[in-house]
């Protein structure tokens, strides 16, 4: 079974521009997160789609948003990119939006903003 | 508020040696789940394992062991005869189940260098 799958694996921007990125979730499972990673703030949670809607959202600006399509794959859009955007940025795939259900991550998508 | 606390900021050991790995945390549900995951330089985060509020049996997997307690908001754990295939940054997170905040905390994670 393939495991969640993320691209690109690297992206450079410039200040000001956008940039999707895009997740693949494991085959069945229907609930996709996104998350920061920076050596500054760790790990955060921007948010949690599932059928399409998103469930819980983290504690970022507007600039940050996503969307799910029906075959569960997710994509996340930063508009206006700022420096401090620079980070690893991490989809997690899961059977449901239980907390008990396992988040299986991907490699991630590090961008790099000049 | 929920936190996850990692005090442990880099281990430095030498294979065969034993470590163990601290986690303690805070949150106000009486329902939660535990987990650690490992994130080796590739960037991929790999679960480890999951430990739910009301199971405080210790597990041991391979090498691999966690003691969970409760009494001290703690879930360590300890790598038996490491190796340096074991060399990663390794987090523990907590999900809550009763608020309905299901996103993990993460701790800010403890990087583990094992020397051959």
């Known amino acids: 079974k393939a495991g969640v799958t993320q691209t690109p694996r690297y992206l450079i921007k410039t200040r000001g521009q956008q940039v999707t990125l895009s997740c693949s979730p494991i085959?069945?499972?229907?609930?996709v997160s996104w998350y920061q990673q920076t050596p500054g703030q760790g790990l955060q949670f921007l948010f949690e789609y599932f059928s399409e809607t998103q469930r819980n959202k983290g504690n970022f600006p507007g600039r940050f948003s996503g969307r799910q399509f029906s075959n569960s794959r997710s994509e996340m859009n930063v508009s206006t990119l700022e420096l401090g955007d620079s980070a690893l940025y991490l989809c997690a795939s899961s059977l449901g939006t239980d907390s008990q259900n396992i988040q299986y991550f991907g490699a991630g998508t590090r961008l790099s903003v000049l | 508020a929920q936190k996850v606390t990692q005090a442990q900021t880099e281990i430095s050991v030498v294979e065969k040696e034993d470590v163990t790995l601290d986690c303690v945390y805070e949150t106000r549900d009486t329902t939660y789940y535990l987990f650690w995951y490992k994130q080796p330089p590739s960037g991929e985060l790999v679960f480890l394992i999951r430990?739910?509020?009301?199971?405080?049996q210790n597990e041991i997997s391979g090498r691999y062991s966690w003691n969970f307690q409760k009494s001290t908001s703690s879930f360590n754990f300890t790598i038996t005869a490491s190796q340096v295939v074991d060399s990663a940054v390794y987090f523990c997170a907590l999900s809550e189940a009763g608020t309905g905040r299901r996103a993990l905390t993460f701790g800010s994670g403890t990087r583990l260098q094992v020397q051959p």
């Open positions: 085959s069945g499972h229907r609930s």
């Open positions: 430990r739910n509020s009301f199971d405080e």
